[in-house]
C-alpha cells in the first residue's frame, strides 16, 4: 500500500477506537457494562444488531459468493423479516419484563438449571468458535493481499478491539458499531460507484447487469426444483430453503444468540427494541442484495478487463514454486487465450448494445465462460495437490483484489479499514456477550454467587479479556476452511442454533413440557444434527446445511413432548 494508504488506515482506525473509548462512560455493574444502563434509542439499536450481523465476511465474502455463484444467495434471508415478526410478539417482551442480563436465565426459571447450563453452554462453545473464525477470515485475506504474517495480523486484528471491548462494555460496542456501519455503507458505495465508472464508454450500470444477467449471475429467485422433477434437498440458496431455514435459522439467531439479544436488551424499552428489530428486518434483505449486487459488477468489469486465473495470487506462487509450474504455465496460456475471446465477444456486444444480445454471441459467451471457469477449476486441482496443501476458495479475495489493483490511493486504505471495523462490529459484541454469559450463567451460579457490584464489573472485564484471547487463539489454529468464509460461519451456526431455538420455543409455547424432557430432548437433538452434518459431510446423504436449523428445532420440540409424556410424569396426559 502507498503512504496515503496507511495513513487513511491508521487515521480511521484511530477515529473508532477513540471514539469507542470516549463513549464507554457507564456504570461500573452488570447493567452499565453489559446493557448499557438500558437506555439505548432504537436507532442506536439498529446499528449494533445490524453491526452484530453483518461482520467483515459479509462485506468480503458476499461480493465473491454473488461473482461465483449468482445472487441466489440473497434467498438466504428471506426467511428473516417473518422472524423479526415473531420475535417482536414473543421473545422481547419477556426477556425485557423479566429484566434478564442472558436469554439463558429465562431457562432456568422456565425449567431448570441443567436445561439453562446446556443451552448457555451450545452458545458459549459455537460463538467462541464463530467469533475465532470472524478474526481469522479478513485477517487471512489481508495477510496474503498485503503479504502480512498471518499470526501477527490475527494478533493486531484481535488486540486492537479488545481494547475498547474490555473498556467500555456494551456502551462502546453499540456506538462504535454505528460509526462502524455508516463507514462501511460509504466506503461500499464509493467502490460500486468506481465499478461502473471504470467500465468502457458507453456501458453503464443497466448494461452491466445485462451482461451478468445473461451468464447466470442475477438468479435472485431459484425454486430448488431439479430438471428432471423433485426437490433438491443439497441445493444450498433457493426459495424454500431461504423462507424456512433462513426462518429458523434467523430466529435463532435474534432470538437466543446472547450476541443479539443482548443488543436488543440494551433498549430503553420494549417498543424500542421492538423498532429497532423491525426496522433490520426491513433493511437487511436490500442490503444483501445491493453488496450481491456489486458482486455481479465486479463480474461485468472482468468481462472488459484481464481477469485473474485465481485471485488469491499467494496460491498461484504456492503452484509456481511447485513441480506443478509447468501444468500451471500450460494452464495460464489456455487461460489467456479464453480470456482474449471472451474480451473480443464482450466488446462486440457492447458495441452492438447489450438491449438486443443476440442468441449466437450468448451461446458463444457462454462457452467461453465454460471455458474459462474449467481452466480455473484445473488450477484449484493443482492447488490442493499435498506437495502443494493450498486454498481452492478465492471467492473471499475476489472484491479485494478488484480494490488493490484498481482503486485509486487512499481509498484502498479506507477499503482495508473497512475490513478491520466490520470485523471488529461483530467481534466486539461477540466478545461482549461471550463475557455477560460467562458470568451470569456460569461464574455466578457455581464459582461465585456473593459477588458486589464492583467485583462483577471487575469479573467482567477480565472474562471479555479471557474470551478475546481464546478467540485469537482459535484464529492461530483456523486453517482451510473449504468455504467461502460466509458460509463457513453460517454452516457452524447451523450445527447448534436450531436445537437452542427448539429449547426457547418449547419454553414459550409447551407449557406442560418440564426441565427433563426438554434438557433430554435438546442432547438427542445436538446429537441427530451432528449426524446428519457428518453423513452430508461423507456424501452418505445429500441436504444443505439451512435445513439443520429447522430439523434440529423441530426435533427437540418433537422429542421433548414424547418425553413428557411416555417417560417422564406423563404430565400432558394429565393435562
Not at 43 to 59: D, K
Not at 248 to 256: D, E, K, V, W
Not at 291 to 303: D, K, P, S
Given at each position: 500500500m502507498s503512504y496515503p494508504d496507511w495513513l487513511v488506515l491508521v487515521i480511521t482506525l484511530a477515529v473508532i477506537i477513540?471514539?469507542?473509548?470516549?463513549?464507554?462512560?457507564?456504570?461500573?455493574?452488570?447493567?452499565?457494562?453489559?446493557?448499557?444502563?438500558?437506555?439505548?434509542?432504537?436507532?442506536?439499536?439498529?446499528?449494533?444488531?445490524?453491526?452484530?450481523?453483518?461482520?467483515?465476511?459479509?462485506?468480503?465474502?458476499?461480493?465473491?459468493?454473488?461473482?461465483?455463484?449468482?445472487?441466489?444467495?440473497?434467498?438466504?434471508?428471506?426467511?428473516?423479516?417473518?422472524?423479526?415478526?415473531?420475535?417482536?410478539?414473543?421473545?422481547?417482551?419477556?426477556?425485557?419484563?423479566?429484566?434478564?442480563?442472558?436469554?439463558?436465565?429465562?431457562?432456568?426459571?422456565?425449567f431448570d438449571v441443567k436445561t439453562r447450563t446446556l443451552t448457555s453452554f451450545l452458545f458459549l462453545l459455537q460463538r467462541g468458535l464463530s467469533t475465532g473464525i470472524s478474526i481469522y477470515a479478513p485477517a487471512i485475506i489481508l495477510s496474503s493481499l498485503l503479504g502480512w504474517n498471518i499470526y501477527w495480523t490475527n494478533i493486531f486484528m484481535g488486540g486492537l478491539l479488545i481494547i475498547y471491548t474490555v473498556a467500555g462494555g456494551a456502551r462502546s460496542v453499540a456506538y462504535t458499531q454505528q460509526l462502524q456501519i455508516i463507514i462501511i455503507f460509504a466506503s461500499m458505495f464509493i467502490a460500486g460507484w468506481l465499478v461502473v465508472k471504470y467500465l468502457p464508454e458507453g456501458v453503464g450500470l443497466f448494461d452491466a447487469l445485462k451482461i451478468g444477467g445473461v451468464m447466470g449471475k442475477t438468479n435472485v429467485i431459484t425454486t430448488g426444483m431439479q430438471e428432471g422433477g423433485g426437490f433438491n434437498w443439497s441445493d444450498k440458496y433457493n426459495l424454500w430453503s431461504g423462507?424456512?431455514?433462513?426462518?429458523?435459522?434467523?430466529?435463532?439467531?435474534?432470538?437466543?444468540d446472547q450476541s443479539q439479544v443482548g443488543r436488543y436488551l440494551t433498549a430503553k424499552s420494549i417498543k424500542e427494541s421492538r423498532m429497532g428489530l423491525l426496522m433490520n428486518g426491513i433493511v437487511k434483505?436490500?442490503?444483501?442484495?445491493?453488496?450481491?449486487?456489486?458482486?455481479?459488477?465486479?463480474?461485468?468489469?472482468?468481462?472488459f478487463h484481464d481477469a485473474p486465473l485465481f485471485f488469491n495470487q499467494t496460491q498461484v506462487q504456492k503452484v509456481s514454486n511447485s513441480k506443478y509450474a509447468p501444468d500451471l504455465s500450460v494452464i495460464q496460456d489456455q487461460y489467456q487465450v479464453a480470456d482474449l475471446r471472451k474480451k473480443q465477444l464482450i466488446q462486440a456486444i457492447a458495441a452492438n448494445g447489450t438491449s438486443g444480445i443476440s442468441a449466437e454471441n450468448r451461446t458463444e459467451l457462454s462457452r467461453v465462460n465454460r471455458e474459462r471457469d474449467s481452466l480455473r477449476t484445473a488450477f484449484k486441482g493443482l492447488v490442493v495437490k499435498p506437495e502443494v496443501g493450498g486454498d481452492a476458495n478465492d471467492a473471499n479475495y475476489i472484491f479485494l483484489r478488484f480494490v488493490v489493483d484498481y482503486l485509486p490511493k487512499g481509498l484502498i486504505g479506507l477499503l482495508i479499514a473497512v475490513i478491520f471495523i466490520s470485523s471488529w462490529g461483530s467481534i466486539a459484541a461477540a466478545l461482549n456477550s461471550l463475557a455477560s454469559s460467562t458470568i451470569v450463567d456460569i461464574h455466578k451460579k457455581f464459582i461465585n454467587k456473593n459477588l458486589d457490584e464492583s467485583g462483577d464489573y471487575r469479573v467482567s472485564k477480565w472474562y471479555t479479556l479471557a474470551w478475546g484471547i481464546f478467540c485469537i487463539v482459535v484464529a492461530q489454529f483456523a486453517s482451510n476452511l473449504g468455504n467461502s468464509l460466509i458460509e463457513a460461519v453460517n454452516i457452524l451456526g447451523s450445527l447448534f442454533y436450531g436445537v437452542i431455538l427448539g429449547v426457547f420455543l418449547l419454553a414459550f409455547y409447551g407449557k406442560p413440557v418440564k426441565g427433563?424432557?426438554?434438557?433430554?430432548?435438546?442432547?438427542?437433538?445436538?446429537?441427530?444434527?451432528?449426524?446428519?452434518?457428518?453423513?452430508?459431510?461423507?456424501?452418505?446423504?445429500?441436504?444443505?446445511?439451512?435445513?439443520?436449523n429447522a430439523i434440529g428445532a423441530i426435533v427437540v420440540m418433537v422429542m421433548g413432548w414424547l418425553l413428557q409424556v411416555f417417560l417422564f410424569n406423563k404430565s400432558i396426559a394429565h393435562h
Open positions: 477513540l471514539y469507542g473509548v470516549y463513549k464507554s462512560r457507564t456504570t461500573r455493574n452488570l447493567d452499565g457494562y453489559f446493557l448499557s444502563n438500558r437506555e439505548m434509542p432504537w436507532y442506536v439499536v439498529l446499528f449494533s444488531i445490524m453491526g452484530t450481523q453483518a461482520s467483515a465476511i459479509t462485506f468480503l465474502s458476499a461480493p465473491g459468493q454473488a461473482y461465483t455463484d449468482g445472487m441466489r444467495f440473497v434467498q438466504y434471508y428471506f426467511g428473516l423479516p417473518l422472524a423479526m415478526i415473531m420475535l417482536c410478539v414473543t421473545f422481547v417482551p419477556i426477556f425485557h419484563n423479566f429484566r434478564l442480563y442472558t436469554a439463558y436465565q429465562f431457562l432456568e426459571k422456565r423462507i424456512i431455514g433462513g426462518f429458523f435459522l434467523a430466529l435463532s439467531y435474534f432470538g437466543t434483505v436490500p442490503m444483501q442484495f445491493l453488496i450481491l449486487m456489486l458482486g455481479v459488477l465486479i463480474f461485468a468489469f472482468y468481462q427433563n424432557a426438554v434438557f433430554w430432548g435438546a442432547v438427542l437433538g445436538e446429537a441427530l444434527v451432528i449426524a446428519l452434518f457428518l453423513l452430508n459431510e461423507h456424501n452418505i446423504i445429500s441436504l444443505s446445511f439451512l435445513w439443520l
